[in-house]
């Protein structure tokens, strides 16, 4: 714990004078997002709502219940996910299972198997099994990807794997830890992507793409490949966070184990790599840096400083710079990102809405999405890359 009170100048916010910095950021962050009540399982009019923004945030507010023994965060979870789970484990909240085969909600599903493990409720495993079987029956690539949903036929898209195979992992380890077809089948998620939306130019940075078509029948499929043109920030901090809390459950006897921590050890390096010098924060077109429109985006930021910096803590990366591209990049985001308010919450600056392949793929097209304050998806990134921060210490 930080014992001595900081002081931080935020006049080049604009804001006069300057305010003391906050013990804990994972802790401020948290706070604000409950204070304003966001990721509680509703949607603005008050109706159940499924959201993997809410799954993304439980995730942090879980660690930091483990963290502080605080059951306020633990509360707050757990009355979100009554508001989409039913007393008989039906999950309601304006989702078709197998309607619209979507991967995006079950984002869920790991708060869902979290709060059965803890408390032993039927309820909440009933809606994992849900899910779960969702996944028995979800429409695949020849080659066995997931599609990201059903009106996207053929499409894996990076962000699908942290939608929906931490939960099958973490799924498979609780209930079917033998089941050796399903390890593979997740190893096989992973491994698909990574060979699918890999750069394979000449030059650097040998990223991920956003996303591909298999049938390469997309507009924007490259007709070699099939996979979109630009590497988009969150889609790879998308997957760097699926890697990295998927090793933690996947078996260490299963070859995919060590098939998931070769690509984590690939791409880290190249993620550190692909900093901007100066700032040490990523551009929302990775592909682009510079390029006018482009511009430092908040929510892939915090997403690779949490995986990078707990890769290294779990053993999973060598630092070998990582550590340091991670701390300059947190400075920058707690420098330029996080502003006080005046009735003590913060906000969260400059993380882009969304970033879709239901369009068109372009540069013009990501750079021309708005970003918003307080976006959860950001939101709950700077708290998860807050928690290793701080753990650091
Ligand atoms: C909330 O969900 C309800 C039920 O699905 C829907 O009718 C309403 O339009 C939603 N409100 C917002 C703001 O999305
Ligand atoms: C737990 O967290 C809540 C929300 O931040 C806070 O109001 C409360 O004081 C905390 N409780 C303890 C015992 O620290
Ligand atoms: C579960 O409860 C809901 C109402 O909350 C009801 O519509 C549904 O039929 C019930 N399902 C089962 C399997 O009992
Ligand atoms: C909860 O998780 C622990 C650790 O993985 C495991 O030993 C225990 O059996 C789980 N309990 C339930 C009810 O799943
Ligand atoms: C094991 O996993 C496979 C692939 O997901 C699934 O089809 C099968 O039903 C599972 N087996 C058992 C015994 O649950
Ligand atoms: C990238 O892959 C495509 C399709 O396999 C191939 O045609 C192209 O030559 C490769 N480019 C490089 C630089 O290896
Ligand atoms: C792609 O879509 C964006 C808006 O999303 C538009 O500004 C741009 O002109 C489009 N580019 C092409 C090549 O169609």
New binding site residues.
């Given amino acids: 714990m930080l014992s001595l009170l900081l002081v931080v100048s935020l006049a080049a916010r604009g804001l006069a004078a300057t305010a003391a910095l906050p013990a804990s950021y994972a802790i401020w962050a948290a706070d604000s997002a409950i204070s304003r009540g966001q990721g509680n399982g509703l949607n603005a009019s008050g109706a159940p709502l499924v959201s993997y923004e809410h799954g993304e945030l439980q995730w942090a507010l879980r660690l930091l219940y483990e963290k502080t023994g605080n059951k306020t965060y633990f509360d707050y979870i757990q009355q979100g996910v009554d508001r989409v789970v039913?007393?008989?484990?039906?999950v309601?909240g304006g989702y078709g299972f197998t309607t619209d085969y979507q991967l995006d909600p079950i984002r869920t599903g790991p708060t869902f198997l979290y709060l059965y493990n803890v408390t032993g409720q039927q309820k909440y495993k009933t809606a994992a099994d849900k899910y779960r079987q969702q996944l028995e029956t979800h429409p695949r690539t020849t080659q066995g990807q997931f599609w990201h949903k059903l009106r996207y036929p053929n499409q894996g898209w990076l962000d699908g794997i942290y939608m929906g195979d931490v939960f099958y992992a973490q799924y498979t380890h609780d209930f079917q830890p033998s089941n050796t077809s399903a390890w593979n089948d997740i190893q096989a998620q992973f491994t698909l992507m990574y060979q699918n939306t890999l750069q394979n130019a000449t030059s650097p940075p040998h990223l991920l793409y956003h996303g591909y078509d298999h049938s390469h029948t997309a507009s924007w499929a490259s007709p070699d490949r099939g996979h979109s043109p630009e590497v988009w920030d969150r889609a790879l901090g998308w997957y760097m966070m699926a890697l990295v809390d998927t090793l933690d459950i996947f078996p260490t006897s299963h070859p995919g184990h060590d098939a998931l921590l070769s690509i984590l050890r690939t791409l880290a390096p190249r993620v550190r790599d692909a900093a901007d010098p100066s700032s040490g924060a990523w551009w929302l077109v990775i592909t682009q840096p510079g390029r006018t429109g482009n511009y430092f985006e908040s929510s892939g930021t915090a997403m690779f400083v949490y995986a990078l910096l707990k890769g290294v803590r779990r053993g999973y990366l060598h630092d070998d710079g990582v550590v340091a591209a991670a701390k300059k990049a947190y400075r920058y985001m707690t420098n330029n990102w996080v502003v006080a308010n005046a009735d003590g919450t913060m906000n969260w600056l400059n993380t882009v809405q969304v970033g879709s392949l239901d369009g068109n793929g372009t540069f013009e097209y990501y750079t021309s999405v708005p970003t918003d304050v307080n976006d959860l998806k950001g939101l709950a990134a700077f708290a998860l890359s807050s928690i290793e921060y701080e753990r650091l210490r």
């Avoid at 039913?86 to 039906?90: D, Q």
């Fill in positions: 039913t007393s008989n484990g039906t309601i």
